[in-house]
């Protein structure tokens, strides 16, 4: 089965293996027509290889942009050439590449890993703090069924990580238990120690766009601490 649309979190994809699926990540945007990268699965494949972007398709060339904080650029014949807008279509094809708006990593055997949307990651502490990485923690964690994570603005460290959580069926989890998870991750390295969110708030729903995906605008204005989210 193939994943889109968001990251595919490695708990999620585990939970499918347990019951015979084996999930796969793909990446595209509206503006590429199909998908441009492609996970394979190998029988020594882990979950965590598999929840890669994958590799490009034929045809398909990646580029990392260090200039403007690690986004991902590519070419192929039949991506979208502009928009309506001529200042829109220059910003997507800047120096005759596409900009994707995602930050990605391309792993030493030519995967593409995301690693964020460049309006999603925070910038907490002169450090970069990936939302999915923090996200994917979470939702690995007993008793999340799903989770977002958002910056908000702070006049000290510039931006805090604010995560929201929904609850699984079953034994409750407490915010107490999930900090110290993802304190855990961070003593050890995995994660910056940046990347501990200021508060975690438990919710029914995650808010989702008109295409299905998590709403982070609305979190971001829920995160105010004058706004109320139901189920807190």
Known sequence: MMIGGSALPEALAQEAEEVGIIA?????????GPVVTLARSQPEDTVGVRCRAGFPWPLVEVAIDQARGGELTLRAP???QGYSQQHASD???????????????????GAVRIVDRLKDVIKT???WVSSIELEA???????VA?????????????ERPIAFVV??????????ALREAVVARALTGAISRYAVPDAIHFCDALPRTS????????LKETAHPSALFAGA
């Open 146 to 158: 799903e989770a977002a994570v958002v910056g908000i603005p702070d006049a000290r460290w510039g």
């Open 167 to 176: 609850r699984a069926a079953g034994p409750t989890v407490s915010e107490e």
């Open 24 to 32: 796969l990540s793909g990446y595209g945007m509206s503006e590429t």
């Open 137 to 143: 923690l979470l939702t690995a964690e007993p008793g």
């Open 78 to 80: 039949w991506l979208t």
């Open 125 to 127: 502490g002169g450090e």
């Open 211 to 218: 295409v299905g995906k998590v709403d982070k605008k609305a």
């Open 91 to 109: 910003a997507l094809w800047d120096g005759g590449r596409l900009h994707t708006g995602d930050i990605a990593e391309i792993d030493a055997d």
